[in-house]
């Protein structure tokens, strides 16, 4: 007995695909919809704050009545712009550059080693992470007032390092395990020290780790306003500080200003993301990454 199997000829040469396409879904419908909604609010949102930095003054409508960039001059004088985005960078990098040092030998470690306990260190790792920051947010700062470190930038770094360094470690592990330990033991047999090993061999292969657990930290710590916010003052303050006083002096401090201190943060953090994305994968950094080496 004959099968016969019936084939859809090939289309000719510019001719079209008449197949009905699948219709969406409702549901795929309704996502889209909801999702380009939330897009439209947060755009709206956005440029409501942007345009409200440039308002001369009010008008009856929803645009001013006249535009000026006086509010930016004057929140770069009266809040000091530019030393909170000079304290603001200096801390985010030293937190990121200890936070890295402490961390790749403490994930080099635990990626690599067994011991008793080593479950346990992990879950304490990963307990500033799931926490309620102010939980340990007054204990710590109360150490640092003991300590009398308070409105000083290294009582900011300290108290954002105490998240920060976990932070790196569980960032890093997965990166290192995913390095094949023949390749050390090859570099090894062939001479090499330690300081050689992780100099010429771990250290290049962990460079999207480090790369994504360093831009992750810079992030983090730029937006961190429980710990930075109870142990800084008037010399120490960081950006983000800075715009909640203001939003807190609503009615002394104008409208507008607050609103230019808005943008610049967004900036800063638009700055900061773009950036990372220009270095860092997203989908590796999440991932751990998914190659490992041979």
């Known amino acids: 007995m004959t099968t016969t199997t019936l084939t859809r000829p090939p289309l000719a040469p510019g001719s079209r695909d008449r197949r009905r396409r699948p219709r969406p879904s409702i549901m795929g419908t309704l996502t889209w919809v909801v999702l380009w909604i939330f897009i ?24 001013p009545a ?5 509010w930016w001059g004057a929140a770069w004088k009266d809040f000091g712009v530019g030393n909170l985005l000079i304290n603001t960078v200096i801390v985010a990098l030293i937190v990121v550059a200890i936070s890295l040092l402490i961390g790749i030998p403490t994930a080099y470690v635990l990626a690599r080693q067994s011991f008793p306990g080593k479950r346990l260190l992990l879950g304490l790792f990963l307990l500033p992470q799931v926490i309620p920051t102010f939980t340990y947010a007054i204990p710590l700062a109360t150490i640092i007032y003991a300590l009398q470190l308070n409105n000083t930038l290294v009582g900011v770094i300290v108290v954002n390092l105490v998240p920060s360094i976990p932070f790196a470690v569980l960032v890093l592990i997965p990166f290192v395990e995913q390095i094949d330990p023949r390749v050390e033991q090859a570099a090894r ?3 090499a020290g330690t300081v050689q090993v992780f100099t010429r061999i771990l250290a290049p292969l962990m460079v999207p780790g480090l790369l994504a657990a ?32 203001a939003a807190t002096q609503s009615g002394i401090v104008s409208l507008q200003e607050i609103e230019t201190m808005a943008v610049v943060y967004a900036l800063t953090t638009l700055v900061l993301l773009v950036i990372s994305l220009r270095f860092v994968d997203p989908t590796t950094a999440a991932a751990g990454g998914r190659t490992r080496t041979r």
């Open 189 to 191: 047999m062939s001479g």
């Open 40 to 63: 439209a609010l947060l755009v709206a949102s956005v440029a409501v704050v942007v345009i409200g930095s440039f308002a001369d003054r009010t008008g009856s409508g929803w645009l």
């Open 214 to 245: 360093g831009v992750l930290i810079l992030v983090r710590v730029v937006g961190q306003f429980e710990l930075t916010f109870l142990v800084a003052g008037p010399t120490s303050q960081t950006l983000v500080i800075a715009l909640y006083n």
């Open 66 to 70: 006249s535009f000026t960039a006086k």
